[in-house]
């Protein structure tokens, strides 16, 4: 039996009809795609400001340097990204140690 909302009734228990559940595949793909994109915008992102940071580090602008890492960290953690060895390598770099520049992930 048929209610409304594309869902029918089974025993008590709400079942979807195949049109809505094909509805549904389809949503979950496309939210699917959308989050890899928009986790591939804030990586690249947040790689530009911590190439950039490491550029400012080298010439002495230590909270320029700071703010851009701080951007890049914020980047990555909304996209979903583990960037911790290369904000790692930033901060040792801050201190005055000599952490060779992350490679650009691909």
């Known amino acids: 039996e048929e209610e409304g909302g594309g869902r ?6 709400r079942v979807l009809t195949p049109q809505a559940a094909a509805e549904a595949a389809a949503a979950r793909t496309e ?4 989050r890899v994109i928009q986790q591939t915008t804030q990586k690249d992102a947040g790689d530009v400001l911590l190439k950039e940071a490491f550029m400012l580090l080298s010439s002495g602008n230590l909270d ?3 703010l851009l890492r701080y951007k890049a960290s914020l980047e990555y953690k909304y996209g979903n990204v583990d960037m911790a060895v290369e904000l790692a390598a930033f901060d040792v770099a801050a201190l005055g140690g000599t952490p060779p520049l992350p490679s650009p992930s691909p």
């Not at 029918?8 to 228990?13: D, L, M, N």
């Not at 939210?31 to 959308?34: D, E, G, P, T």
């Open 8 to 13: 029918g009734r089974i025993w008590g228990r």
């Open 64 to 66: 320029g340097a700071k």
């Open 31 to 34: 939210q699917a795609a959308v």
